[in-house]
């Protein structure tokens, strides 16, 4: 069937073909992101979101400060 055939052609094939089939079963009716934005909760989940993204920034941030330090203690 795939004599000629690229491995990698085929697998992107049916990473492609899953993709499809799972975006069809997301429905545009969300009850509990309805109920959190009637409530005014989802801000709130919207604020821990953003806090944590932004913890690991800044984290990474610290990590590549002293990275760079020790690179330059080394003489690399």
């Known amino acids: 069937m795939f004599t000629n055939s690229n491995p990698?052609?085929?697998?992107?094939?049916f990473c492609f073909l899953i993709c499809s089939v799972f975006s069809f079963g997301q429905s545009s009716d969300v009850e509990m992101a309805d109920l959190m934005h009637q409530n005014g909760k989802?801000?709130?989940v919207i604020a821990v979101l953003a806090v944590i993204l932004g913890g690991f920034i800044i984290n990474l941030i610290l990590v590549d400060r002293r990275l760079?330090?020790?690179e330059k203690r080394s003489g690399k």
């Open 42 to 44: 989802i801000y709130v």
């Open 68 to 70: 760079r330090k020790l």
């Open 8 to 13: 990698t052609k085929i697998i992107l094939t």
